[in-house]
């Protein structure tokens, strides 16, 4: 079992900044491809950021790319979320996943591809 515990959610102006963290509890998560997702109020949960440690390979959903960062340090467990230039519609709870398998069936975008899940964090972006 991995347990992710995320933090560094907060309420924010519009055009600011966040970090995310989320520490995972294993110590092979270093071969885990790791994520976050978020779920806005009455919305489908959905993928924001993925770090694929083979290939070191990054992925961004297209309303976050460019603004948002995903960075991991494997000696200390953790995987980081650097959010700026942050809108309204980033406003939800923002879920840290792993995947330990540590590559796709499908696709990066995919909830069923993270087996492992976060309590989430909640993130509020005001104007």
């Known amino acids: 079992q991995v347990q992710l515990v995320e933090s560094g959610g907060g309420l924010v102006q519009a055009g600011g900044s966040l970090r995310l963290s989320c520490a995972a509890s294993?110590?092979?998560?270093?071969?885990?491809?790791m994520g976050w997702f978020r779920q806005a109020p009455g919305k489908d949960r959905e993928f924001v950021a993925a770090?694929?440690?083979?290939?070191?390979?990054?992925y961004y959903s297209d309303s976050v790319k460019g603004r948002f960062t995903i960075s991991r340090d494997n000696a200390k467990n953790t995987v980081s979320l650097q959010m700026n230039s942050l809108k309204l519609e980033d406003t939800a709870v923002y879920y840290c996943?792993?995947?330990?398998?540590?590559?796709?069936?499908?696709?990066?975008?995919?909830?069923?591809?993270?087996?492992?899940w976060g309590q989430g964090t909640q993130v509020t972006v005001s104007s």
């Open positions: 996943v792993a995947n330990s398998r540590g590559y796709y069936r499908n696709s990066y975008k995919g909830i069923d591809e993270y087996d492992y």
């Open positions: 294993r110590r092979t998560f270093s071969t885990y491809v």
């Open positions: 770090h694929q440690w083979s290939g070191r390979s990054t």
